[in-house]
């Protein structure tokens, strides 16, 4: 199981993403981003997803 903070992302947030892989994290963290946050599917950038790369901790 692997998790991402939304906190650590840079949201003033408590919701964690979860997912078996870093694919599901990412399917499922845009899901939250664009729904909670008003995100766009154009700002998940690969960038960004470098970002979040960086955050995600296995379980
Ligand atoms: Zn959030």
Same mark, same amino acid.
């Given at each position: 199981m692997k998790t991402l903070s *939304?906190? /650590?992302? %840079?949201? !003033? *947030?408590?919701?964690?993403? $979860?997912g078996e892989t870093e694919e599901e994290i990412? $399917?499922?963290?845009a899901q939250h981003a664009m729904k !909670?946050? %008003?995100? $766009? /599917?154009?700002?998940?950038t690969p960038e960004f997803k /470098? $970002?979040?790369r960086g955050l995600i901790k296995t379980a």
């Amino acid at each position: 199981m692997k998790t991402l903070s *939304c906190r /650590e992302a %840079g949201f !003033d *947030c408590d919701y964690v993403v $979860k997912g078996e892989t870093e694919e599901e994290i990412f $399917k499922n963290g845009a899901q939250h981003a664009m729904k !909670d946050h %008003g995100m $766009k /599917e154009e700002d998940i950038t690969p960038e960004f997803k /470098e $970002k979040l790369r960086g955050l995600i901790k296995t379980a």
